[in-house]
């Protein structure tokens, strides 16, 4: 199953946004699922922070993507060092904006997430529809 992790890197600093499920099919992607809950989810942040500590100059939102087998294992397919599809489903506070303006001025970044949310894509015009799924 397809799943990616949201986060913001600062220097030595790595902050866990949130764990997400991506939807696709026949390789087009649908939509998602942000700030999911998973048995899996520390070892996922844990694999993430690995990988995202292997690379030098990171900074700001980054996404990784990840991939679960059937026995449960965790893989790491790519590093984004942007931002996206994830970010507009987040509902956190204080807002992502002001989250990466205190990480470009090396801040130390207290943040919550605030629920869950889903997005669909409406395959007859190709926007996506944002569903609460719940809150925190």
Same mark, same amino acid.
């Given at each position: 199953? /397809? ?28 939509? @998602? ?5 998973? /048995? ?19 900074? @700001? ?19 984004? /060092? ?11 506070? /204080? ?42």
């Amino acid at each position: 199953d /397809p799943y990616s992790l949201s986060f913001i890197v600062q220097k030595d600093k790595l902050y866990p946004l949130s764990l997400n499920r991506q939807c696709y099919k026949e390789g087009r992607y649908l939509g @998602g699922e942000i700030n999911i809950d998973h /048995p899996l989810k520390d070892k996922i942040i844990e694999e993430s922070i690995k990988a995202l500590k292997r690379i030098e100059g990171l900074n @700001g939102y980054v996404g990784v993507d990840i991939m679960l087998d059937n026995e449960k294992n965790i893989y790491i397919l790519e590093v984004n /060092p942007r931002i996206t599809t994830s970010i507009v489903g987040l509902d956190i506070t /204080p807002s992502i904006s002001n989250l990466l303006v205190d990480n470009a001025h090396k801040k130390d970044l207290n943040y919550r997430l605030n629920g869950s949310i889903k997005l669909i894509r409406d395959l007859n015009n190709g926007e996506f529809i944002i569903q609460h799924l719940n809150t925190v």
